[in-house]
């Protein structure tokens, strides 16, 4: 993809199929140019991609249906209630008209604006205006739903209410949702699959629900007393373990490994526990990771 | 007052057919128009002339009410090619008028709001929705310029008889094909203006200010540079002609009809390639 001369997402290759993705990066990174890609918004110099197993080049109009978005900035029309507002993206989607009035109370009562959908969107507060527009995103019913940002601006109580319409989302299981923030914890609080995007190029792809899974296998111990010998008889157990020094060991705990296993070892040894935690990996550190890798340096 | 369960549902009832979506954006926006009251008077005000027209059509023809008012050997205008120019003129004005209030409000309250990406990750393209608002100015100008102007042509054809309907066909043509042309370039010109400024107050200042300026401009290079061909750049003046040409109507112009056709199509091509450039569903800053 470029803008002019200037390259903006280059050799990207990559095969999605989570419920919930997460598109991180910093600003720059092309989050955003990559959603309008796959929109159709901006032409690709070379290559191609599939939404639902349709060229976005030369099937745009069977991807359109299937997707919603939600755009970053704002948009909206101004003098408009909600209701007709919502109305008219459904009717505009291929919803008969009496459908996507129906539909349109409907979601717009889900994303909680029910109360106010008669309102001018001229009227409504910056949270209540991103209501609106994954309302508008949402009234077709479509089986992708794309957030750019819906985070944005919005003050502590409103960004969990947004938070916990996408985990809801989720959980229902009725679309895929493709969630673009540079705010690690709202993608930690809904995603399973993160790709992280730097100056246009993958920089790292993290499945975090198989993360989350693994890090329950990584067990750092911290003991007081005589360890000789300990890593070798936890090793005996099936762990795979190492000592770091100062009465440290980290762990592998091998498939249906139970903890009190280790306490027993110690407890024969007469060994002091004073530690015992899994491993947590937070996105934060997968991110400032992925961001090393990629240049060396933040 | 209905109840909603808090739920959401996927949708895989049936869909409209593509072609039609683009009269949606009609169809709101005309909804909105007529919430304004001064649109609907305005809008009754531009039939009062053709009201008129029809009353003299039928006051020509009624012998016995002439005689009633002792007006029976009264000459009236014949109702023929200079008849429907000079229609053409005044509705064609009022038509301009219109435009100039609705025009604006079209297009620059969704550039204002960002509101492309909405429509365009639809199943909905640039095209349809130039067209869909397009379609709103054609229909409201319809209903003051080639509609009654027809309904005057039947009126006048039904009083006369079969044999001037006949030979008079071609009145009917001009008509309306004179005045969709005009519909056509006044809502190009006003889309155009309404895309490329956010603010409506200034868009439609802009619209009347190309047909004004352009006028005034015109006759300025004619006397300062005594030559015709200022009357280039002035759109009343090339419309005229066109009419002239189309109601077989002697106006002794400045331009000939090639050049007015040029300068028309020239405009409309400017028109779309403005409209081109910035109806696009993100704004490229570069």
Known sequence: ?298 | MAVYKRTYKTYSGPRTVPWSRFLILTRYSYSRLFQSKFIVLFLSACLFYPVGCLGFIYFSHNQELLALLSLGSAKFPAVDGRFFYTFCKIQGTLAYLLVALVGPGLISPDLANGAFPLYFSRPFSRTEYVAGKMALLVFLLSLITWVPGLVLYSVQGGLEGWDWTRDNLWLGGAIFFGLLLWIVILSLIALACSAWVKWKIAAGALVLAIFFAGAGFGAAVNNVLRTQYGGLISLNKIIYTIWGGLFRYDLGAELSLGQAWFVLALTCAICVWLLAKRIRPIEVIK
């Open chain 1, 1 to 298: 993809m470029r803008f002019g001369r200037r390259e903006i997402l280059k050799e990207l290759s990559i095969a999605l199929g989570g419920r919930t993705v997460g598109l991180l990066g910093p600003n720059g990174a092309g989050k955003s140019t990559l959603i309008q890609t796959l929109l159709g918004f901006c032409p690709v110099a070379s290559g191609t991609a599939r939404i639902f197993g349709h060229d976005i080049r030369r099937e745009l109009n069977k991807i359109r249906p299937l997707v919603g978005y939600m755009p970053e900035n704002d948009s909206f029309i101004a003098n408009m209630s909600a209701v007709s507002f919502v109305r008219m993206m459904g009717e505009l989607s291929g919803l008969p008209a009496g459908v996507a009035l129906e539909r349109a109370h409907e979601v717009l009562f889900y994303v909680g604006l029910g109360e106010a959908r008669y309102r001018q969107l001229g009227t409504y507060s910056l949270g209540m205006k991103q209501l609106a527009k994954l309302a508008q995103a949402l009234v077709h019913g479509p089986r992708l739903l794309i957030l750019d940002e819906p985070t944005n601006g919005l003050d502590p109580a409103a960004r969990q209410r947004m938070v916990r319409l996408i985990r809801e989302m989720k959980d229902a299981g009725e679309m895929h949702i493709l969630l673009c923030s540079h705010l690690l914890r709202d993608v930690e609080d809904t995603c399973e699959e993160v790709l992280i995007l730097k100056q246009g190029r993958i920089v790292h792809y993290s499945n975090l629900e198989e993360e989350r899974r693994a890090n329950k296998h990584f067990v750092e111990i911290e003991t007081a007393g005589d360890d000789a010998g300990l890593a070798e008889e936890l090793a005996g157990l099936g762990c795979s373990c190492k000592a770091t020094g100062a009465g440290r060991f980290r762990m592998v705990l091998p498939d249906g490994f139970e903890l009190r296993e280790i306490y027993r070892v110690a407890a024969r040894r007469d060994l002091q526990l004073r530690r015992l935690s899994h491993r947590r990996d937070t996105l934060e550190d997968i991110f400032l990771k992925a961001m090393e890798e990629a240049h060396g340096s933040l």
